[in-house]
């Protein structure tokens, strides 16, 4: 007999005969010796073995053991043979052997599985979250409720035509537009041109005359009559001008830096109200 380990209400059934001849059925008996041993262990008593006599008149001479004593098997066992030795003065001793084993579900319950091995059912797993729906998206789950709509809400053949077409377009148009570039920079085109103008602008930044104008002290410097003045000789001209000039009549004169020798003089076409001031 297959026992669960762990379980202790089963219970094994045995005959008691006569110990003398064997075969007399012995009725009314009680106040059994029991000695129990599991998977090789020492013989060992069971401290209060409970046995039934089952029918004496329908069934004499039958009795039942309850195995409630040591009924787990040892850490990593699947199955483990058990003994039991019963005996009582009035009878014959008895032997009974029961296999001990480890159940892979939990007892008293089925595995279904269907005709091809496959579970029919798996209701919680351990450890786990049951999945109650859709884990990917997928037609008709849960968008429109049916295939059909869902199917009916995809674009049409020509929608999708037209958007092809519009594509085509789009990129037709960045094609021909970088055809239009390389043939310019190959050619020496408008990228060229306005990449060496910017480049003679910023060259001539760095000009020592330029620079000359800006950082350079003003000197004595004026052009003579009739001849067009440089430009730091009219910056000169102005600044000696209007700090270091004077009137006199119709005389205007401009005074070198040490605003006494003149430098040159203007003559103005009125002494009270003039409205022209000319080199002389």
């Known amino acids: 007999m297959r026992i669960p380990s762990g379980v202790t209400d089963q219970y094994i059934y045995f005959v008691a005969v006569d110990a003398t001849d064997f075969t007399t059925r012995e009725t009314g008996l009680s106040s059994f010796t029991v000695y129990r041993s599991r998977n090789g262990g020492a013989a060992a008593a069971m401290t209060t073995p409970t046995i039934n006599e089952t029918d004496s008149s329908n069934m004499p001479g039958v009795y039942e053991l309850l195995l409630d004593e040591d009924m787990t098997i040892a850490a990593g066992n699947d199955s483990e043979e058990m003994v039991f030795h019963i005996t009582h003065a009035g009878m014959a001793p008895v032997t009974r052997t029961i296999e001990l084993y480890r159940p892979k579900i939990t007892a008293g319950y089925t595995l279904g599985a269907g005709s091809d091995g496959d579970l029919l059912e798996v209701n919680t797993l351990t450890g786990h979250t049951a999945q109650t729906g859709d884990n990917y998206a997928r037609i008709g789950a849960p968008a429109g409720a049916s295939v059909s709509a869902d199917i009916a809400a995809l674009p049409t053949a020509a929608e999708n035509r037209a958007e092809m077409d519009s594509n085509s377009t789009q990129l037709a148009a960045i094609v021909a537009d970088t055809n239009e570039l390389q043939g310019d920079w ?31 002290q003003m000197t004595e410097s004026y052009a003579a009559n009739g001849v067009a003045p440089t430009l730091a000789q009219a910056l000169f001209a102005i600044h000696q001008k209007l700090m270091q000039g004077s009137y006199a009549g119709t005389t205007s004169t401009v005074y070198k830096l040490d605003n006494t020798t003149t430098a040159f003089t203007g003559t103005l076409d009125d002494g009270t109200n003039p409205t022209e001031d000319r080199r002389a």
Request: cysteine-free.
């Open 186 to 216: 190959a050619n020496g085109g408008r990228l060229d041109l306005l990449i060496d103008a910017i480049k003679a602008v910023t060259d001539n930044l760095n000009d020592p005359s330029v620079a000359d104008i800006l950082t350079t």
